[in-house]
């Protein structure tokens, strides 16, 4: 199946810092690739979706300004946490779409845990 | 939008025991997956199954479309099956693409004893 790559696994920041997550698919190209966020023993919840060479789209309530997003290439996309809060603190999930056989497959970065001091 | 309703919540099994999760859709959909989330957070994509019947080695799925429902079999489970599994569907109206904007349900939390 499709790999896609995500990094950090886990990072530490005292708070007002940014923070860049990046995820990159490894062996296919995605010209959306899309981004969660998951509080412990709860769903997925879709931020936003992340677009090639365009705007991200960000679901309602979701602040844009806090949570930056670039797509510069059909492998990599990026989020950036800016001036980061406690409350930010969680488990970000980057996914990507392959089509195989007509069908669209999503495939996961492995997550990386925020946590805010 | 499309509701997705998985039970049951919580599941502990004995190792080598078999298991049915299910998954409850309300709208007709055109993208229905399940994914299995281990300890460390990794999703894995187990099946694309938005009709019919898939095998994978000791897993299997059924999607009966008309009766809106997916249902996940583990046979002889192993404790590296413990985890949490999610269905997630996208609703027949909302297009072709971006599978990722489907809606995802709360989860089975699988444990296997030894």
């Known amino acids: 199946g499709a790999v896609v790559s995500q990094h950090p696994s886990r990072v530490i920041c005292k708070s007002g810092t940014s923070v860049k997550i990046e995820c990159r698919s490894l062996d296919f190209q995605a010209t959306t690739m899309f981004w969660y966020r998951q509080f412990p023993k709860q769903s997925l919840m879709l931020m936003a979706t992340?677009?090639?060479?365009?705007?991200?789209t960000y679901e309602q309530g979701v602040e844009k300004d806090k949570f930056l997003i670039n797509h510069a290439s059909l492998t990599l996309s990026t989020l950036t946490v800016t001036s980061a809060h406690p409350e930010d603190s969680s488990f970000y999930i980057c996914?990507?779409?392959?089509w195989g056989r007509g069908n669209e497959k999503l495939f996961f970065g492995s997550g990386t845990q925020l946590s805010v001091l | 939008g499309i509701q997705v309703e998985q039970s049951p919540p919580d599941l502990i099994l004995q190792e080598g025991a078999n298991s049915t999760l299910r998954c409850n859709f309300s709208?007709?959909?055109?993208?229905l997956q399940w994914f299995h989330q281990n300890p460390w957070g990794q999703l894995i994509n187990l099946f694309y199954i938005p009709s019919g019947t898939k095998q994978n080695g000791r897993l299997s799925a059924t999607t009966v479309a008309t009766e809106r429902y997916s249902l996940l079999y583990i046979s002889s489970s192993q404790t590296t099956d413990s985890g949490v599994y999610f269905c997630a569907a996208r609703g027949a109206d909302q297009g072709n693409t971006n599978a990722g904007k489907s809606t995802f349900g709360d989860g089975t939390t699988l444990t296997v004893k030894p």
């Open positions: 996914s990507a779409p392959s």
């Open positions: 992340s677009n090639e060479g365009s705007k991200a």
């Open positions: 709208d007709s959909v055109n993208n």
